[in-house]
């Protein structure tokens, strides 16, 4: 399995790209449809999408294959099109990531929407098989590592990371949790403890996504600095601040500057990928680029 550090350049941070939910939506996703269907029906809208994110200066550009697990497919009627859907995201940001110097894909996997035993009915040995299933398509389609995001459950966490590894075992893989502003997952579970345990799993990059804020990645990230394992590498993709209602539409308060600086900050602890998540344009990875630029200017 090669190693993220091989994949990426000397220099530190990486940047990713923003969000994908958001960009569709005003592409014209309707509430309730399934995004992963774009990539077969509407790919050019992705790369479309796809390229907004690496003129802006994004190094990683995430698939669009969220919810690409059997279970969440199911929801839209596409369970039996898991590997046709995930390998043709990968292959949509696979081509557009080529056409760009430095930049690698992210196969996202986002957690089944199940829950496991012995809350759930979903086995463990069920979940991994589910991961692994995505996770092949994902390789098929060009993926450089996948990226498990936006979990809160520890046990869905150790089978996403070991479906990857069984149905992507050349690909390294990163994952995130979501953190509430109490410090906490859903399921109760701490950045230290989700540090720890998610390292001895065998991955490269351990981190935080989503969430209400940079303000509230910012202390799980500060935790996690402090207390990395040699050899783990970190990352950050906040949401751009909270939704609002305004008029019909959601807006995010988390504007290209107040995202700058939550750059900025992510960079002063560390953290090896930076991006955004939930609420993001490339507008906002467009000033976190510069931002990042100029203070690498500096510190030199």
């Not at 450089?144 to 990857?164: N, W």
């Given at each position: 399995m090669t190693s993220v550090s091989k994949l990426f350049s000397d220099d530190r941070p990486v940047l990713s790209d923003g969000a994908i939910g958001t960009q569709l939506q005003a592409a014209g996703l309707m509430p309730g449809a399934s995004p992963e269907i774009w990539n077969i029906e509407r790919p050019q809208a992705m790369r479309v999408i796809h390229t907004s994110y690496a003129a802006a200066g994004a190094q990683l550009l995430t698939t669009n294959t969220f919810g690409g697990t059997r279970p969440r497919l199911a929801l839209h009627h596409l369970e039996h099109r898991v590997f046709e859907l995930n390998e043709a995201g990968a292959q949509i940001a696979r081509e557009v990531a080529d056409a760009h110097d430095g930049v690698l894909v992210l196969g996202s996997m986002g957690p089944t929407g199940e829950l496991l035993e012995p809350l759930g009915t979903l086995t463990r040995d069920d979940t991994t098989q589910?991961?692994?299933?995505?996770?092949?398509?994902?390789?098929?389609?060009?993926?450089?590592?996948?990226?498990?995001?936006?979990?809160?459950?520890?046990?869905?966490?150790?089978?996403?990371?070991?479906?990857?590894?069984?149905?992507?075992?050349?690909?390294?893989?990163?994952?995130?949790m979501t953190f509430d502003l109490k410090g906490h997952t859903m399921m109760g579970v701490s950045p230290s403890q989700a540090l720890r345990e998610v390292s001895a799993l065998g991955v490269d990059l351990v981190g935080a996504n989503c969430g209400s804020g940079p303000a509230e990645i910012e202390a799980v990230m500060e935790v996690m600095g402090a207390e990395r394992p040699d050899g783990i590498m970190l990352i950050a993709q906040s949401n751009a601040g909270l939704p609002e209602m305004v008029g019909d539409e959601f807006h995010y308060g988390g504007t290209p500057e107040v995202m700058a600086a939550y750059a900025l900050r992510m960079w002063e602890l560390g953290v090896d990928v930076i991006g955004s998540c939930c609420g993001s344009t490339p507008a906002h990875t467009a000033a976190m680029k510069a931002a990042l630029t100029d203070a690498a200017a500096w510190a030199r």
């Open positions: 589910l991961f692994a299933e995505q996770a092949e398509g994902l390789a098929a389609g060009g993926a450089d590592i996948i990226l498990a995001e936006t979990f809160s459950d520890l046990g869905e966490v150790q089978a996403a990371v070991e479906g990857a590894h069984r149905g992507a075992p050349d690909l390294p893989v990163a994952v995130t």
